[in-house]
């Protein structure tokens, strides 16, 4: 969620860099922005403003700030509004802090606080950290020392970065639970929320584990325990051609080159499972014998939930594997009941979602071997499971998950193909034929691009104007009905929602009539005749029936449908990556018609680090 970014140097203005950092963590989603520095007289300076980081370079631009040493953050509002009252940085004259996470016990701090007589100018949990550094700071610590006390007080998840005053020399960072990593650079010191902000300033990487904080100064990084012991964390080299691309290359939105970058992701995750000229998969090497678990517990949210849910299709069908999938942020508080002999599955794009995290680490007390697909090969779901399937999504502005999503089924298509040969389910000659397939999404996906036109005008001529909408799916593609519906509430803000096809009788159907586009994804497979008799019950009704599938199937239609999305007759087992592009199209056509912001719609953010 919100994006931190510090950094140290003995000679430049750190604000343009800090500027360029906040742009980088702009994907995270975010409503408001600001930064601190020490001036050449060592006090605190402060821009801050609510909305988009431009607000915040104006500020900039006409109050102009300096500094050698200096913290930023963008902030996605938990506690209070969205003002320039609550952005970080908070501050008091000895210390700002820009803060990450949910402080817990923040309420119970403050009426300490105020009964010792502090007062606050903000709503937000955050400005406690501020308040008790400061007051320990007054007390006589040092700042190591108080940094040490206030994490002692802070329950919750959370990263912090420190800046005081008069110590042009230090920043301080900790980390429980939200992701803070730091940078060593050329003549700077650097930390920030992930690898893309702290990457192009940094010659090597290191992660903070929980309960770490970092002292940082212009010579090297002192990371310690909670106890205050030093130690060494792994640290990564940086590429010296690190860099983020910030261009939309000619599109409108990073959110529309995202879906047009999807055959290449497609083919860049499959790659790496290729092994010889027949094209068998062979998997990342792991702790376990994956194909031996009893069961598979798989656990996600959002767009990699219905990830999940496909895959879930895929394993049980192929591999004969029981599946269970659940909800991250339900995961716990069901209490499941583990097979010892199972293995947990946990998909991320960013590998740091919060509620997913917390399912990691109920399962490992529970010593359930752990297995992540992420897209971040140095994120904190890759680096505490035992073994991990990356993904070759690359960054993902767009708030909306489009290309990490397609690059997750195809990892699940994958695992279940290789799961189901291994386990003698498949033979040799399925396998390379189910491979051959999947190597064949990419030509297709292109395909569906180029009807780009069609979509576009079913979205402004059906859905745009709707106030609600309704997915059917049937089987595999049951969960791109969730999907598509997801996106386009995500986007467009348009109320939708996502069925199994059989469930529309049970209820959904008293919604149905003349204003309601009804989207009907339909591939020419077994259970095509079933999904008809749905599509007839929706028309019966008066429904706008929107036809998703195949010329096949098109011309066994009796009526013809409102509008109709031809897509390329593939085999059953490929449909939920061809289905996936297009329902990501409506929803970004509708939202371009209705003027919502597509790359980062209200209220959302990218990686959601709390709870």
Known sequence: MCGIIGILTKNDDVVPQIMNGLKLLEYRGYDSAGLAVLDEDGQLERRRASGKISALAEKISADPVSGKVGIGHTRWATHGPATEMNAHPLATSKVAVVHNGIIENFQEIKQDLLAQGCEFESQTDSEVAAKLMHKYL???????????????????????????????????????????????????????????AVGPLSAKIAYLDDDDWVVLTNEDAIIRTSSGKA????????????????????????????MHEQP????????TLLEGKEGRLRLPELPFELEKASRLNIVSCGTSYYASLVGKYWIENLAQMPVDTDLASEFRYRRPVLDPNGISLF????????????????????????LSLVNVKDSSLAREADGTLLTMAGPEFGVASTKAFTAQLTMLAALAVTLGAKRGLISEPEQFRLVRLLMEIPAHMAEILTKAPVIEAISKNVIAPARDVLYLGRGQNYPLALEGALKLKELSYIHAEGYAAGEI????????????????LAPSDSLFPKIMSNLEVVRA?????IFMGDNRGYERLTDEPTAKIILSQVDPFVTPLIFALPVQLLAYYAAVFKGTDVDQPRNLAKSVTVE
């Open 505 to 520: 009788k049970h209820g959904p159907i008293a919604l149905v009539d003349e204003t309601v586009p009804v989207v009907v």
């Open 138 to 196: 007054h007390e006589g610590m040092s700042p190591e020392e108080a940094t040490m006390a206030v994490l002692g007080r802070l329950e919750g998840a959370f990263s912090l970065a420190f800046l005081f005053a008069d110590r042009p020399d230090l920043l301080i960072g900790a980390r429980r639970g939200s992701p803070l990593a730091v940078g060593w650079g050329k003549e700077l010191m650097c930390l920030g929320s992930d690898a893309l």
């Open 541 to 545: 009704r008066g429904g706008q029936v």
């Open 264 to 271: 290449q992701v497609v083919g860049d995750t499959l790659s």
């Open 231 to 258: 130690v060494r964390r792994a640290s990564t080299p940086v590429d010296p051609n690190f860099q983020v691309n910030l261009g939309k290359s000619g599109y409108r939105h990073f959110m529309l080159k995202e």
């Open 347 to 370: 998909i991320s794009q960013s590998g740091e979602t919060a509620d997913t995290l917390a399912a990691l680490r109920h399962c490992k007390s529970r010593n359930q071997r752990l």
